[in-house]
Each structure stands twice: as structure tokens, then as C-alpha cells.
């Protein structure tokens, strides 16, 4: 089994956003704890750094780290870094940066986006990208804008992201609220399914489910995603500098 700690994260979004009252700020800090069954496996973390200039366009600088825990690195080591800017009016990302070391696996890309001229720049070639396009980690930081108004149970909705010098769709579905015993306290979260083209990071037949906050943050509590062999879950342990308080359920 191929493992990536920071991957799990990213393929929760949705096809409508607001671009006023953002649910996260600069400064913003979350850690989660990586599992497989009952061991721990590693962690990961997303941090909104800073606001920088690409562009002249003033950008959200957001970074994404995944790495096993030490006992695991003398069996697979990973070392993830993902970089995204995006553009503090549009929500749209201008630039993106993935360094990956996973058990000796080697990714090294970087994106530079013209969304004026549907294309994306890589180091290589240049490709042709629909409306809207995403990367990665921009997906999450856009996901977390919609409007759960506009959300139906049951129903679908997709996104384009341009990933691996390619271009495709996710599928997302909310199914549920439910709420979460965590180590904060309970939290009142919404479900989301995502589901990828058959062949794309994951294999047919597995499955994912996301656990977002339904208050004004919209964080990023818990993923679990079953795979042939078991379960892999991340479960956030750490925070810091939330644009709102965190909505726990009072006993």
C-alpha cells in the first residue's frame, strides 16, 4: 500500500463560493494525527502563513506538510510539502508547488496558472485548463467558502482540478450532519463523499468520507478513508488562530 499523509486532505469542494466573509484568516494553524487501524502512523499540518504578491495580485500563502511519525521512517518514509497562492478576490490559484518523498517516490512539480487564458504553465509544457481550475490544496481553502444553503442531501456536484498534467472532475456528495465526539469537545459536522475517476489516486472500490465543521469556519475535522487492508484516518489534534471560536456543543 502506497501511503501519502498529506493527499488525504485535499479532495473535499464545492460548486458555489462566497467571496465575502471567508471562514479562514492568515496566521490559521491545524494539525491532524495520522492513523492506520489503531496505530499512529504520522501527521500532517496546514498553516495560511501569509499574504505575498504573485502577479501583482495579492495572494493567501498556504502551506501543507505530511510526514510519518519516526518508528515509520525506517519503514516507508514520507516527507510531503504542498505550496498554493491564491488570489485573495478570486479564490483561484496563481501558483503551485509540490515537493513529495514517499518511501524513495520522488514529485517534484510546479504549476503557474493564467486563468485569463485557461492555461496552466508546468515545468515542461504548457496545458489548456477549464474555468475555475484548482490544484491540490487551493481545493480545500475554495471548498470551505460554499454556502451549505445551496448543498441538497444526496445530490452531486464537481469540480475541475488540474492535477498530475491533468485535467478532470471530482465528484462530491453530502450525505449527513453528524456529530463528533472530539478531543475539543462535541462538534456538530457535515459529510461529505468524494468520489474519483475510476484509476485516480484512488482504486476502485475505496472510499472517503470528510468531516467539516458546520459553523462559520468550516474546518477540516476528520477524513477517513477505507482502503483493501484497513482503515486510514487523520483526526485533528491541534489549532490555533481560527477567524471564529470553534462551535462545541455545550453538555
Known amino acids: 500500500m502506497r501511503l501519502s499523509l498529506f493527499i488525504v486532505f485535499l479532495f473535499f469542494t464545492s460548486s458555489v463560493f462566497s467571496q465575502t466573509n471567508l471562514p ?66 478570486t479564490l483561484l490559484p496563481l501558483e503551485f508547488n509540490r515537493d513529495v518523498n514517499e518511501g524513495g517516490h520522488l514529485i517534484n512539480q510546479q504549476y503557474s496558472f493564467s486563468h485569463k487564458d485557461s492555461n496552466v504553465t508546468t515545468q515542461d509544457s504548457i496545458f489548456v485548463i477549464p474555468a475555475n481550475a484548482q490544484d491540490m490544496l487551493s481545493a480545500l481553502f475554495y471548498a470551505r467558502t460554499f454556502k451549505k444553503e445551496s448543498i441538497f442531501d444526496g445530490e452531486s456536484f464537481y469540480i475541475p482540478i488540474f492535477m498530475d498534467d491533468e485535467n478532470y472532475y471530482l465528484e462530491i456528495k453530502y450525505l449527513q450532519n453528524e456529530v463528533l465526539d472530539t478531543k475539543f469537545g462535541k462538534i456538530n459536522c457535515m459529510v461529505f463523499q468524494p468520489k474519483m475517476q475510476e484509476g485516480r489516486v ?50
Not at 212 to 224: F, P, R, S
Open 24 to 89: 479562514y484568516k492568515v496566521g490559521e494553524y491545524a494539525a491532524y494525527k495520522v492513523s492506520f487501524g489503531p496505530i499512529w502512523v504520522g501527521y500532517a499540518d496546514l498553516e495560511i502563513a501569509e499574504i505575498k504578491t504573485i502577479n501583482q495580485k495579492p495572494s493567501f500563502y498556504i502551506v501543507g506538510k505530511g510526514k510519518t511519525a519516526p518508528f515509520f521512517d525506517w519503514f516507508f518514509k514520507v516527507r510531503d510539502i504542498y505550496e498554493t497562492f491564491i488570489d485573495t478576490s
Open 202 to 251: 484512488f482504486e476502485d472500490g475505496e472510499e472517503m468520507k470528510i468531516w467539516i465543521t458546520d459553523d462559520k469556519n468550516h474546518l477540516l475535522i476528520k477524513v477517513e478513508t477505507k482502503i483493501w487492508a484497513g482503515i486510514i484516518k487523520a483526526v485533528l489534534d491541534v489549532y490555533k488562530e481560527l477567524k471564529y471560536p470553534l462551535s462545541i456543543i455545550e453538555e
